[in-house]
């Protein structure tokens, strides 16, 4: 079973578009991320969320919106796309009291052309 | 700002050399300094280190902390093939109501037959 998984893998589309990429856990775990992995490999992270909360927003453009409906999901939609979002994304959790014990998600390669 | 700096950025090797690795931060309220793989997908655990001057070891890899200069370093010996990979550096922090991890930008292995 996968424990953390992403949607989708690959994401092609056009400047100006809309996007949204789905995380899911099955780890149980109370704590949930987004980390963007630019071209030159440098992991940073974007946001995380706690039992449903907003823990922790980097300094990432509000085009970005991070949803989670339940502590196993977390969603991550992006508005009005541009070429500098092209990156790969990466979901992970952890229990909140571990932080260094993060699952990664396999990461969805997201291109803006 | 917090951060962490890992070099080289990137090394090629033969196989069967020793390679080292090296992690330096400037981080407040440390908390665990981690290595992670990243081949082709998401970054792989390898080490934690907590405490300064314990090696961590599985199989040809190791590594450790020096708290008081601020870095780790990871070894490889008898390198082969398999090990080519960006190696990533993370330091948990002391955050808020949670910590966070904060990544070096890598350091890209090349290991040549």
């Known amino acids: 079973d996968t424990a953390v998984s992403q949607t989708p893998k690959y994401l092609v589309t056009q400047m100006g578009n809309d996007k949204s990429i789905k995380c899911e856990q099955n780890?149980?775990?109370?704590?949930m991320y987004w980390y963007k992995q630019d071209s030159k490999k440098f992991l940073k992270i974007m946001f995380s969320y706690n039992n449903k909360e907003l823990i922790i927003n980097e300094t990432v453009p509000n085009r970005f919106s991070p949803k989670s409906p339940d502590k196993a999901h977390l969603n991550l939609h992006i508005n009005s796309l541009e070429l500098g979002d092209s990156a790969v994304y990466f979901c992970?959790?952890?229990?909140?009291?571990?932080?260094?014990?993060?699952?990664f998600g396999p990461g969805t390669r997201l291109l803006v052309l | 700002e917090d951060k962490v700096v890992q070099s080289p950025l990137s090394l090629v090797v033969h196989e069967g050399d020793t390679v080292t690795l090296n992690c330096s931060y400037e981080?407040?309220?440390?908390?665990?300094l981690l290595w992670y793989k990243q081949e082709k997908k998401a970054p792989t655990f390898l080490f934690m280190l907590?405490?300064?001057?314990i090696e961590k070891k599985s199989g040809r890899l190791s590594s450790i902390l020096d708290k008081k200069e601020l870095s780790s370093i990871l070894n490889i010996t008898a390198t082969q093939t398999g090990d080519s990979a960006i190696y990533l550096c993370a330091v948990g922090n002391y955050g808020g109501s949670q910590g966070n991890l904060i990544f070096g930008k890598g350091t890209k292995l090349s290991v040549k037959p």
């Open positions: 981080v407040t309220n440390f908390r665990s």
């Open positions: 780890l149980g775990h109370d704590t």
């Open positions: 907590t405490s300064s001057g």
């Open positions: 992970a959790s952890s229990q909140v009291t571990s932080v260094e014990t993060q699952y």
